[in-house]
Nanobody, 122 residues
Framework: QVQLVESGGGLVQPGDSLRLSCAAS????????MGWFRQAPGKEREFVAA????????YNVDSVKGRFTISRDNAKKMVWLQMNSLQPDDTAVYYC???????????????WGQGTQVTVSS
């Protein structure tokens, strides 16, 4: 199994930045793609960004391209989401996930963290 714990969320103003962290444990972490998803109250959970096992490929949803960057360090069993130029529409609970196959497909992810709240408001 893979256990995931997110951290780094908080309350920020529009235009500010946050860096979310996801700490993983488990022998097989290095064999999984890693993704970030988010869910706002009353809305469906949506894909945000993903990175492949070797960091060869990354994929971001259109709404965050140019603002968010996903990265990972397999030796440290860590994945991060650097979020710049945050806007109120980015407000959501952000989840880290580990999976296989397609990077942007929610059904491909097998393990999920508990989430961390990001609130963007003036």
């Amino acid at each position: 199994q893979v256990q995931l714990v997110e951290s780094g969320g908080g309350l920020v103003q529009p235009g500010d930045s946050l860096r979310l962290s996801c700490a993983a444990s488990g022998r097989t972490f290095n064999g999984y793609n890693m993704g970030w998803f988010r869910q706002a109250p009353g809305k469906e959970r949506e894909f945000v960004a993903a990175i492949s096992v070797s960091s060869y490929s990354t994929y971001n949803v259109d709404s965050v391209k140019g603002r968010f960057t996903i990265s990972r360090d397999n030796a440290k069993k860590m994945v991060w989401l650097q979020m710049n130029s945050l806007q109120p529409d980015d407000t959501a609970v952000y989840y880290c996930a580990a999976g296989l196959r397609q990077l942007a497909t929610m059904a491909s992810y097998l393990y999920w963290g508990q989430g961390t709240q990001v609130t963007v408001s003036s």
